[in-house]
């Protein structure tokens, strides 16, 4: 079954379910991934209207003004920003003892540090690859290089186990494969960044929240040709 | 009672060593990112140590230590911490009494002010950086940015809500710029009423008034976006 497409400024407003909480979505964008990524792992009970980025209904608009995906919305309750929905589903939907935003105060600032201060930066060189700018190589080599090192130290960016930096700094590293970015992880370099690739590719809540790698591919073609198409399934 | 600010280290000067358990702060003057983690510590009453950095020309180990893109910079012992929002949310948490968080503690609206400064004041900064550079079209984007938070104080007196607090600390640093170098005739096309309003309570918090900078020392720092010359020690 197709995913629901994305609406657009000819869709009225779906009615909302009383009490339920409703993820405003867009099925490609990295960083709405991470609060579908919060929202899989919480197991929370939730329903997606995916939106079209470049033809937004107005009744979003009137809802969230900055008109950026994700955004999550239980009844009078209104949230955007990727980072305060992820920490806000962990604060008020884990089970006891299971939050995974580290709760000793040093601990999640320095897991702040990473994912607010160097993550961005990870996260440009990135875009700069996919949009093919003719000197990527110097930032991505820069920033990359730094966090192989990071995960030369320890097995995750969060630590010994899986946690919250990984999942939100995984919806740009999916890119990497032949599907998709194949020139970048090259001659060996990143061993430690492709160990964890393949790590997190097998996590059950990537799984449950992945992209078909051939349609990652062909919605990524839009950085470069910046024709965006959203109904690719 | 205003902070006192010791000089600007430079290329060329010593590494100023660490006391063991002395909480230190890398900091610059007239940093409005630095402005925001000294009024958490002042709030807090934390015992610390200002080591000021000339920002257009670090020392070598400044540069080494701390190959941080955010400042300021804590440091504490083994703990080290850079980015305002970062250190904020930490002092805030070790150091408060019981029952007396300067951050909202409600989830929801901890979220709704943390959304705030990601979305609206990061924004808004922007906007009036772009007027300090004298930036193509910066009075439209000041219009549009500063306006959202004209917007914001027609439903509640301060950004925090009915009482000044955490969101209000965050933003004053760029908000008290207005009124100087060039963006002033922001405020007197007397569109921003609220946000006058705001200025002017805010400017007479007990937080804010130990942090704050005079205006007249102010202005002729800011002065620098204009000349391209910045002097971090004049006012010492």
């Keep these: 079954m197709s995913p629901p497409r994305h609406m657009t400024n000819e869709d009225p407003f779906p009615e909302k379910t009383k009490g339920k909480l409703r993820f405003y979505n867009m099925r490609y964008c990295p960083y709405a991934l991470r609060a579908r990524l919060m929202l899989t792992l919480k197991e929370v009970n939730f329903e997606t209207i995916n939106i079209h980025l470049r033809k937004k209904p107005e009744w979003f608009l009137e809802k969230f003004s900055a008109g950026t995906v994700p955004v999550i919305e239980i009844d009078e309750k209104i949230l955007g920003e990727s980072l305060v929905i992820a920490e806000y589903i962990d604060e008020v939907y884990s089970k006891p003892g299971e939050q995974i935003v580290p709760k000793d105060p040093y601990e999640r600032a320095r897991a702040r540090m990473l994912i607010s201060n160097l993550f961005p930066k990870v996260i440009s060189a990135v875009y700069q690859r996919l949009k093919k700018e003719e000197n990527w190589k110097v930032d991505f080599y820069k920033y990359f290089d730094k966090i192989e090192k990071i995960l030369a130290e320890k097995n995750f960016f969060a630590g010994d186990v899986l946690g919250y930096a990984d999942y939100m700094i995984w919806p740009w590293m999916r890119y990497f494969g032949p599907h998709c970015v194949d020139d970048a992880l090259t001659e060996g370099r990143f061993p430690n960044l492709e160990r964890w690739l393949t790590t997190m590719k097998k996590d059950p809540v990537v799984v449950k929240c992945a992209i078909p790698p051939n349609i990652l591919a062909k919605f990524a073609e839009a950085y470069v040709t910046r024709e965006f198409v959203y109904d690719l399934e | ?236």
Excluded at chain 2, 99 to 122: C, L
Excluded at chain 2, 225 to 235: E, P
């Design chain 2, 1 to 236: 009672m205003a902070l006192a600010h010791p000089p600007h280290l430079k290329r060329g000067d010593p590494f100023p060593e660490k006391i063991a358990g002395k909480l230190r702060l890398y900091s610059m003057q007239y940093c409005p990112y630095s402005m925001r983690v000294q009024m958490i510590l002042a709030k807090k009453n934390v015992d610390y140590e200002i080591i000021n950095i000339d920002l257009l020309n670090k020392p070598t180990w400044f540069m080494e230590k701390y190959p941080f893109d955010s400042f300021p910079v804590l440091e504490q012992d083994d703990i080290l911490l850079a980015g305002s929002l970062v250190i904020a949310e930490y002092i805030d948490e070790n150091y408060s009494k019981p029952g007396e968080r300067t951050i909202p503690q409600d989830s929801y609206e901890k979220g709704r002010i943390n959304m705030m400064i990601e979305d609206k004041f990061t924004k808004a900064i922007s906007a009036i950086y772009q007027g300090l550079r004298k930036k193509e079209n910066w009075k439209e984007n000041s219009n549009i940015h500063v306006g959202e938070l004209e917007n914001i104080l027609e439903t509640n007196k301060f950004f925090n809500g009915e009482e000044l607090g955490y969101a209000d600390y965050m933003i004053y640093p760029w908000l008290s710029y207005i009124g100087h170098q060039g963006i002033d005739d922001v405020m007197s096309t007397g569109k921003f009423t609220k946000l006058e309003q705001w200025l002017k309570t805010a400017a007479q918090e007990e937080t804010i008034r130990k942090c704050d900078t005079k205006p007249e020392i102010l202005g002729k720092f800011l002065t620098g976006y204009t000349t391209g010359t910045f002097d971090f020690d004049f006012n010492i």
